[in-house]
């Protein structure tokens, strides 16, 4: 599988982006999507997931009720809705692909090269 995340960008805080990450493939349907994120300095984060079905959400506190995170398996893509952004939300965005585990560790089988996402005060 592989993964190309897109639609980073500038954006002032309070606005909209939403991300997304085209895979290839065809089992994409059978893999938990996942997105990461990391600021220059600090470690990389799970940020939310989402089960294969789209049946299950997963989030960190951090973004619960701002991102929302959606698939369609048809068109072989997941995507993250990120409203409400705060400067602290800038990092490398990366989205990743897992086949089996915990959906909220950082043990995915598959990750892609990442988007980039700044937020201006």
């Known amino acids: 599988v592989q993964l190309q995340a897109s639609g980073g960008g500038l954006v002032q805080a309070g606005g909209s982006l939403r991300l997304s990450c085209a895979a290839s493939?065809?089992?994409?349907?059978?893999?938990?999507m996942g997105w990461f994120r990391q600021a220059p300095g600090k470690e990389r984060e799970f940020v939310s997931a989402?089960?294969?079905?789209?049946?299950?959400?997963y989030y960190t506190d951090s973004v619960k009720g701002r991102f929302t995170i959606s698939r369609d398996n048809a068109k072989n893509t997941v995507y993250l809705q990120i409203d409400s952004l705060k400067p602290e939300d800038t990092a490398l965005y990366y989205c990743?692909?897992?086949?089996?585990?915990?959906?909220?560790?950082?043990?995915?089988?598959?990750w892609g090269q990442g988007t980039q996402v700044t937020v201006s005060s």
């Open positions: 989402i089960s294969w079905n789209g049946g299950r959400e």
């Open positions: 990743a692909a897992q086949r089996w585990g915990d959906p909220t560790s950082g043990v995915y089988n598959y």
């Open positions: 493939g065809r089992t994409f349907a059978s893999y938990t």
